[in-house]
């Protein structure tokens, strides 16, 4: 008998650094629960670090059909969806001309489509008698204030006040309409004054643009802006008028006078 007893403690004896850890253990697990104590937290379907090692998600089928549900749909505009109508909301909010190849590839319908459906608003905007107008300019899209009210419009928006450009300004930006792209140097030289605070109101106007620097003299380059083609309702600046009926007849020997 003293001998299995013996036999039992030594099966269960234990060294003394391990008999304090099992006491301490037992103590905890004996000991009531304190009231700040946060209960475990749940289990997150979205481990970052089982995501990365390739471990599967027992919930991975649920969240992936959650998740399919809040992704928006990217398909294209349905056909039972009226395109003029789209076309109407995001031109509304437009803040430059949106080309046709845009508008095709934001709604992913073929461009003739896109095409059609701007040319039947315009021609419904200008059949109504709207206020507005949508035009083709600037290589784009956009709704504009109709010519004939224009005038009341103006009114509205300088309060009064004049926006016009002078005289200079407006023949500074004429030599960059059709001498583009052209340093300051050149602009100064066919006017035959400096034109420096010129350019600097035109920049400001958003009418001009820099556009490089000249290979040779290392000036900077100026040329009209797409605002530019807005303001005198043209598509590109190939559309200019001719200058030729303009001109003196020797402007050819001035030109050469200018070169020498």
């Not at 040779?216 to 043209?234: Q, V």
């Not at 030729?244 to 001035?254: C, E, G, K, M, S």
């Amino acid at each position: 008998m003293t001998e299995h007893l013996r036999a039992d403690e030594v099966a269960e004896w234990r060294p003394p650094w391990q008999r304090h850890e099992d006491d301490r253990e037992q103590r905890d697990e004996d000991a009531p629960a304190r009231p700040d104590t946060p209960a475990d937290e749940p289990v997150d379907d979205t481990d970052e670090y089982a995501q990365a090692v390739g471990v599967p998600s027992q919930h991975s089928a649920e969240a992936e059909e959650k998740l399919a549900e809040e992704i928006p749909d990217t398909a294209p505009v349905p056909e039972d969806v009226d395109l003029g109508a789209v076309l109407e909301a995001i031109l509304m909010i437009a803040e430059e001309p949106l080309t046709e190849e845009f508008l095709s590839a934001v709604l992913e319908r073929p461009r003739s489509q896109v095409r059609e459906q701007l040319g039947r608003l315009s021609a419904e905007y200008t059949g109504d008698g709207r206020g507005f107008d949508l035009r083709r300019q600037a290589g784009g899209w956009r709704f504009y204030t109709r010519a004939d009210y224009a005038r009341y419009v103006e009114r509205f928006v300088t309060d009064g006040a004049s926006a016009r450009l002078t005289k200079a300004a407006l023949e500074t930006l004429a030599v960059v309409a059709y001498r583009q792209p052209v340093t300051r140097g050149r602009i100064s030289a066919i006017r035959g004054v400096n034109c420096d605070g010129v350019i600097r109101t035109l920049l400001a106007r958003g009418l001009v643009e820099e556009c490089g620097t000249d290979p040779d003299s290392t000036a900077t380059l100026y040329r009209t802006t797409t605002l530019f083609l807005e303001k005198i309702g043209l598509d590109t600046v190939e559309q200019l008028p001719e200058l030729a009926p303009f001109l003196p007849d020797d402007v050819t020997d001035i030109e050469e006078d200018e070169q020498r």
